[in-house]
């Protein structure tokens, strides 16, 4: 049974920076590409950031381009997503999630396992 566990989440205020990390367990870490999205009260689940098996393919939401940086350390079994210069409107929920065929994408519906979650709050 996969199982992917996010953490880091919290309460930080604007401008600061928090670490978000996403275990996974149940299978070898070989997804192609695994992805950070995240949801805010009243919306949508969106796309944040994508990272392919290798780490060498990146890609990000403009809304986060330049602040966030996604990483993936495969001998730990580890996604990451380090997140400077936050902003109030980054308050969400925020899920990673794997894609067990494929390469990086953006849409949601092409990730196969989700996390449970982790909350971030930005405080103004």
């Known amino acids: 049974q996969v199982q992917l566990v996010e953490s880091g989440g919290g309460l930080v205020q604007a401008g600061g920076s928090l670490r978000l990390s996403c275990a996974a367990s149940g299978r070898a870490f070989s997804y192609p590409a695994m992805g950070w999205f995240r949801q805010a009260p009243g919306k949508e689940r969106e796309f944040v950031a994508t990272?392919?098996?290798?780490?060498?393919?990146?890609y990000y939401a403009d809304s986060v381009k330049g602040r966030f940086t996604i990483s993936r350390d495969n001998a730990k079994s580890t996604v990451y997503l380090q997140m400077n210069s936050l902003k109030p409107e980054d308050t969400a929920v925020y899920y990673c999630?794997?894609?067990?065929?494929?390469?990086?994408?953006?849409?949601?519906?092409?990730?196969?396992?989700w996390g449970q979650g982790t909350p971030v709050t930005v405080s103004s």
């Open positions: 999630a794997a894609r067990l065929v494929g390469t990086t994408s953006a849409d949601p519906t092409m990730y196969n396992y």
């Open positions: 990272i392919n098996w290798s780490g060498g393919s990146t």
